[in-house]
Structures are given as structure tokens and as C-alpha cells.
């Protein structure tokens, strides 16, 4: 009963961390429906080709967020008969294609700079000048999204959500962004002439930081789609996990990868006396995977293969041993 109990726990416990996860992913929704059509009009009214292009990519991060967040309601769902290893890969791939939007957003924003600055030394035509308004909007996001960036990776913490962690990175790039906006209409405002150019300029600054900040996200994500196999730490210490069970031996041909963003599949042969009955072979076998799912999460998927030692080699231990 206290082994049902602490598993009924374990299951609670996963359960809220997905509601906290799936609150938390709101709070970002909301601030990216509230804040593209703030950018994007003071942006026009107010000459702020940076303030547009920063409004751009907050538009690119409402839909991002609108289709991580059905994503994220599919990842909740449990096993079943066409998904025997759960439906977590969702988020891995949802986490995945937002950073390739990213990396287009940011592209995007490149192109439309370099259109601005190259008209400047074709034709000596400088963008015109920002109102000053829009240094209101790019302080008041700079703000919003800070906070939001220390909400979301402490959720994500938390949680130990990969899509809660992508978008903080998400929010750390749009403080980055909002920031170049910032300081480019604060200079094309208040020097002028040639500071005008500063506008384009912060735009591509906003674009490296949104790069940046894609890679970061696309690079695990990547790694997980394809099998990757998790780090050799984590694996040394499977290894030594399993050698570590009484009457186990020799833990060998280790394959690891991950499934979604925080559940673990382990496949695994050991040796064991061939003399030992079928069930006290499945007693270690089961000792095994209770001991790696007590390490790295209940629903830690895991299989152990065992493979006889031969009666010679079990006394050729035993005469070393003496």
C-alpha cells in the first residue's frame, strides 16, 4: 500500500506541475495579445521602423504561443493505444518550430534594416524621425517583458517545463529587443542627423539577440527529435546505478534518449547468475528499474534485458574474490 501511495503521490504531483505550467504559459499569452498592437501602432504614427519590427515579433510570438499552448494540452494526455510512450514529444515539437519562427522573425527583421540602410547610401535619404512617444511604448515593454522573463523561468524552473523554459528565452530576447528600440529612438529623437540611422540599426541588434535566443532553444530540441542520447554523466551514472543492485552485474549496452521534455526512456542488459530462478531474476530486474525511476522520475521509461553468466565465469569471480 505505501508503494500504491507514494506513486499516487508521485502521479498528483505531475499533474499539478502541468497545471502551473499550463497557468504560467497564460500569463504569456496575454502579455503577447496585449502587446503587438500597442508596437505596432505607436510604431506607424509614430516613424519608429524599430518599434515595428519589434511589434512583428511580438505578433510571431502570439501565434507561436497560441499553437505551443493546444500543444501543451495534447502533451497532458496519457498513454494510449497509438501513443504507448505518451504524447510528450508534442511539446518538444512545438518548443521546435517556435524557435524556427524565430529564426524567420529575426531574418525578417535583417532584411527590412539592410532596405534602409542601403536606400541611405544610394540615395542619401535618411529614415524620418521617431516621435517621442514611442520612447514611452519601448520603456513600457522593456519593463513588461523583464518581469515576464523572471515569472516564466521561475515557473519553468519549477515546473520543469522546456516549453516554460523557451519562452522565458523568448521574453529575455524581447527585453533585448525592446532595449535596442530603446536606445535607437533615443538617439534618432534627441542627436538627429545621422543618429537617425540608429533606428535600422537597433532593428538588427533586436534581430542577432532573436537569433541568438532560437538557436539556444532549436539546439536541444533538435537533439531530442532526432535520439539523441542524454549526457554521459547522466549515463555514467545509470551505469552505476544498476551495477549497484546485489547479484547485478557488468551493465552494459546502455541506450538513452528523451521522451518530451522531462521523461526519460532507458534501455539496458545486465548479467546475472544463470543459475538463478525466473523469479529472482525478475525481483533484480524490477530492483533496477525502482531504483532508476526513484532517480529520475516515476515515469521514467525503463528496460532491463538480462543476459546468464555462465556457470564457469561465476566461479572464476568467486576464485578471484578469495
Known amino acids: 500500500m505505501k508503494g500504491v501511495s507514494h506513486q499516487y503521490t508521485l502521479i498528483q504531483k ?27 501602432l505607436f510604431g506607424f504614427y509614430g516613424n519608429s ?22 500543444s ?11 501513443h504507448s510512450y505518451g504524447h510528450g514529444k508534442y511539446e518538444t515539437v512545438a518548443t521546435f518550430l517556435l524557435s524556427i519562427v524565430m529564426m524567420v522573425v529575426a531574418l525578417l ?16 535619404t535618411l529614415p524620418p524621425r521617431p516621435d517621442w512617444y514611442v520612447i514611452i511604448v519601448a520603456l513600457f515593454t522593456v519593463v513588461v517583458k523583464l518581469c ?29 529587443s525592446a532595449s535596442a528600440v530603446l536606445l535607437g529612438v533615443a538617439g534618432a529623437i534627441f542627436i538627429g542627423g545621422w543618429a537617425l540611422l540608429l533606428e535600422p540599426i537597433a532593428a538588427i541588434v533586436v534581430a542577432v539577440f532573436i537569433f541568438r535566443m532560437a538557436y539556444a532553444i532549436y539546439s536541444p530540441c533538435l537533439a531530442k527529435l532526432t535520439e539523441a542520447s542524454v549526457a554521459p554523466a547522466i549515463e555514467a551514472e545509470i551505469i552505476e546505478i544498476a551495477n549497484g543492485v546485489h547479484m547485478v552485474q ?9 521522451v518530451g521534455s522531462d521523461r526519460m526512456a532507458i534501455e539496458l542488459d545486465v ?50 574474490s578469495i
Open 148 to 176: 515576464a522573463y523572471y515569472y516564466t523561468k521561475r515557473k519553468a524552473r519549477e515546473t520543469r517545463s522546456e516549453v516554460l523554459k523557451a519562452v522565458a528565452l523568448d521574453h529575455q530576447a524581447d527585453v533585448a
Open 109 to 124: 527583421i535583417v532584411l527590412k534594416a539592410l532596405q534602409v540602410l542601403v536606400r541611405f547610401i544610394t540615395t542619401d
Open 72 to 82: 501543451l494540452r495534447i502533451s497532458e494526455k496519457p498513454r494510449d493505444d497509438n
Open 14 to 40: 505531475g499533474r499539478r506541475e502541468k497545471t502551473r505550467t499550463r497557468r504560467a504559459y497564460l500569463v504569456s499569452f496575454v502579455i503577447n495579445i496585449l502587446l503587438p498592437p500597442l508596437k505596432l
Open 250 to 258: 557488468d551493465a552494459h549496452n546502455l541506450r538513452t534518449r528523451m
Open 271 to 320: 548479467r546475472i547468475d544463470g543459475k538463478k530462478s525466473l523469479l529472482e531474476v525478475h525481483k533484480l530486474v524490477h530492483e533496477i528499474v525502482l531504483r532508476l525511476q526513484k532517480r529520475y522520475g516515476q515515469d521514467t521509461h525503463v528496460i532491463i534485458h538480462p543476459e546468464p553468466i555462465e556457470e564457469l565465469e561465476v566461479e572464476g569471480k568467486d576464485s578471484d
Open 49 to 70: 521602423s524599430a518599434l515595428i519590427a519589434d511589434g512583428i515579433n511580438s505578433v510571431t510570438d502570439f501565434l507561436s504561443n497560441l499553437f505551443v499552448y493546444f
